[in-house]
């Protein structure tokens, strides 16, 4: 019935396309809008219509659409770093005019850090939104001199990490597995290399990155924080380019062509580290066969079909690889996207995608040695494969319509193990499981005048838990109990649907324009999220276990509350804003004591399910103009969860709830051929769980928490500073091109900042309590990076 619904819904959107908008004698110009040095589509460029006081901004593909009444009329089209372009129209007929841009000249004073529109965090609807450019960011400090975009995203308000060498990142009040991470829209389900140091996204292949943590536009769904969107660069249409650097820890190199008289380009980018390559002189016998690497390969091809018509087949395939001696662990991310970009008329534009997602591990020992007599082999996966439809309407240059829909099939394998002892094999291995999420969209984007403008929809996603499988029955538990009671479950067969569940999901965004350079905001947003990540540790790690909603495990789902100020001064040379947020979750997953999530067949009974709330304030100023650019920013905020049987019943805070975090990032050009940069960060401790007491048995001492209190106590506070120096090189290393050198000092001050605090008897007075601090990075580490580009 609530399919019913919704398709009358969508379909009555699809009408009103066959509907004028309007009086008659009206007609539309649209067309796209490209890098002249390169022929990659830009994303929101602002095509603003002198004549009319009204224009839009470029979708993801560079495209834009213009419906206005007949006559004469100016088209300007601008964007932060590149030389505005003025064209002249006269408008009796629908009109196709794409236009190619130039970037401003190497030789302005004025550099920028920013290449959205210009006021376009006051106008535009969204909030709790954040990009961060590429070239920005390879001007910042990076550990080990590698530009990595998911370490300088955490420098932004409202996002934090559970520590050094943690894995992901969380937003506002959400773990990990709640934000959506999207390669070309296929989504990564781990986004690290090196156990959290660097993330799986080549630099060298990134276009454009965008953080929505609010006001989440219905298009998107399958998580509750936040979506990371990262767009792949298309390839040089232009000509041959080849650019990558040579680092301390790993290479990289990137290879962009045209071909087809520039019809289609290409670009290829691999990496691989070498850190086991340099360490060999230096290992001794036993540690002679070790392994410890990672590499990753990107690449993306497009082809222009004929005016309407444009293909995309975009992929990427990395792996990590830990182990010595008969010892062996690797994971690691496939995806493929293929996409079609077909425009139906001027006003209508469909992309449709297909895409294939793989992350798996390996943990084993004699894995490739059948003849041993000892030998254990475990494998795990988890297979995304969807195709979405996605339509917009441009009905007026105010009225933007959008719609489409979603099928993802889930096929999981949550442990193939086999274990083999003295010759004897015995077979651990947990049953596949399947599942298939649905949904269906529409939204609006409507400018009721030049100082309101709301954008509002709905979804609507479905999710089947499919056969065959086992569901088991599970009792209540109470206080004290460690593991809830498991009773004989029930069998299903193939094609059986074993559970369902369905959510509608409402968003809403409004934009109230105080003056030409200031506005409020405020959105609200239900989203929901099918797939958990089961991990109990104080962050996560590969081996943590993927899992599908089920009769057992209910969906998790979230709504979030925002209001902000923003405001630019001095002629778009500052930015400044103020949010406001909270956030209620529910259906979230916490564990038993002492509870076993690995090939755990009654894992269900050893999961607890409460609830959470996330609140706070995020301030941000930005100054996106002149020799010194860079940001400042400040969050507080609580994290806090209740969950029954835990902590008496009373609201705790969460693992990753930092009440403090403040973070700067400052960019200075020097000249031509110096620039300086430094970030600075310090946050609060994250929580920890200590005894409250302690007990004798035997002779030693056994801790305790009497009050069985979670989280009742927090680590150190964390803060660092990092600095880093960039050479634009005399003599190029291929005698063309561009080269230069980075030379970067992360953790200046030699702070060892602890990721955890744990107690234990004092070695030399078993009966004496000590609190250890484990610190990952513990001193300084000066790099140095050549990078080049020809």
């Known amino acids: 019935m609530k399919y019913k619904v919704l398709c009358c819904f969508l379909l009555l959107g699809i009408f009103s396309i066959s509907l004028p908008a309007e009086a008659q004698n009206r007609h539309t110009v649209s067309g796209y809008v490209k890098d002249q040095s390169n022929g990659e589509g830009l994303i929101g460029v602002s095509v603003y219509v002198r004549e009319a006081s009204t224009g839009v901004v470029t979708n993801a593909y560079g495209f834009y659409s213009i419906t206005l009444p007949a006559g004469s009329y100016t088209l300007v089209f601008s964007y932060i770093g590149f030389q505005k372009v003025t064209k002249s129209i006269s408008l009796d007929a629908d009109k196709t005019e794409s236009i190619e841009m130039t970037t401003e000249s190497n030789e302005l004073q004025e550099v920028t850090v920013s290449t959205q529109k210009e006021d376009e965090n006051v106008r535009s609807i969204e909030m709790s939104v954040n990009k961060v450019e590429m070239k920005t960011i390879r001007k910042m400090p990076a550990l080990l001199g590698e530009v990595d975009l998911i370490r300088s995203i955490q420098l932004l308000p409202g996002v934090t990490s559970v520590g050094e060498g943690a894995s992901g990142f969380n937003v506002r009040g959400g773990d990990i597995s709640q934000n959506l991470v999207l390669l070309d829209e296929a989504p990564v389900y781990n986004s690290s290399h090196l156990f959290g140091f660097f993330s799986v996204f080549n630099p060298d292949a990134v276009k454009d990155v965008k953080l929505i943590k609010g006001g989440i536009p219905a298009q998107y769904g399958g998580r509750i924080s936040s979506i990371l969107d990262v767009r792949m660069k298309e390839g040089n249409s232009k000509k041959r380019e080849i650019n990558g650097g040579i680092g301390t820890i790993f290479s990289r190199l990137t290879y962009e062509q045209p071909f087809a008289k520039g019809k289609g380009s290409f670009i290829v980018a691999g990496r691989r580290s070498y850190i086991d390559i340099l360490a060999k002189p230096f290992l001794n016998s036993d540690l002679k066969d070790s392994r410890f690497y990672f590499y990753d390969l990107t690449a993306k091809v497009n082809y222009q079909l004929g005016n309407k018509d444009t293909f995309y087949a975009s992929g990427y395939f990395g792996k990590d690889v830990f182990g010595g001696g008969d010892f062996g ?84 394998r949550p442990g193939r193990a ?252 020097l000249n031509k051929k110096w620039s300086l940069s430094a970030n600075f960060t310090i946050t609060s401790g994250t929580p920890a769980t200590f005894p409250t007491n302690r007990y004798e048995w035997g002779g030693w001492p056994i801790a305790n928490n009497y009050a069985g209190s979670r989280n009742n106590n927090r680590i150190p506070a964390y803060h660092r500073l990092d600095l880093a120096a960039t050479l634009k090189a005399k003599r190029k290393l291929f005698r063309s091109g561009e080269g230069e050198w980075v030379l970067s000092v992360y953790n200046v001050y030699n702070r060892r900042n602890p990721f955890s605090v744990y107690t234990r008897s004092n070695e030399d007075t078993p009966l004496k309590t000590e609190a250890i601090r484990y610190a990952v990075i513990g001193s300084f580490i000066p790099t140095i990076t050549y990078n080049f580009k020809f």
Do not use: C
Request: charged residues 20%; aromatic residues 16%; proline residues 4%.
């Open 329 to 412: 662990f690797g994971w690691g991310n496939a995806t493929a996207t293929a996409r079609w970009n077909h425009i139906f008329s001027n006003k209508l534009f469909m992309n449709l995608t297909g895409f294939y997602s793989n992350y798996d591990y390996s943990l084993g020992q004699n894995q490739n040695d059948p003849s041993a007599k000892d030998r254990f082999d475990w494998k795990s996966k988890i297979i995304s494969k969807s195709i979405k439809p996605d339509f917009t309407f441009y009905i007026t240059p105010n009225n933007q319509l959008t719609f489409g829909g979603q099928y993802i099939y889930y096929d999981t």
């Open 418 to 669: 086999t274990a083999v002892s003295e010759g004897q094999s015995t077979d651990i291995s947990l049953d596949p499981r399947y599942a298939d999420e649905s949904a269906l969209y529409i939204g609006n984007e409507q400018k009721f005048s030049d100082r309101i403008s709301l954008q509002y929809g709905i979804r609507y996603s479905y999710f089947r838990s499919l056969g065959p499988g086992t569901e088991y029955q599970y009792a209540e538990i109470s206080k004290g109990q460690r593991k809830r009671p498991v009773f004989p479950g029930n069998q299903y067969e193939k094609g059986d649907v074993i559970k369902s569940y369905g959510n509608w999901e409402p968003r809403a965004s409004l934009n109230i324009g105080l003056t030409s350079n200031a506005s409020i905001k405020a959105s609200y947003n239900r989203t929901a999220q099918y797939l958990h990540l089961l991990s109990n540790t104080a962050a996560s790690s590969p081996l943590d276990v993927w899992t599908l909603s089920s009769v057992n495990i209910r969906p998790e789902k979230a709504d979030q509350v925002a209001l902000g100020w923003f405001q630019n001064f001095r002629d778009n040379t500052y930015e400044a804003s103020i949010e406001v947020y909270y956030k209620k979750l529910y259906n979230q997953i916490d564990y038993v004591p002492g509870s076993d999530l690995l090939l755990n067949r009654f894992v269900a009974g050893d999961l607890l399910f409460g609830k959470g709330r996330a609140y706070g304030a995020e301030f941000y100023v930005k100054k996106n103009k002149g020799k010194l650019t860079g940001w400042v920013s400040y969050t507080l905020s609580r994290t806090e969860r209740l969950v029954e049987t835990v902590s008496n019943n009373e609201w705790f805070p969460a693992r990753f709830d930092k009440p403090h975090n403040f973070t700067s990032v400052a960019i200075y050009d």
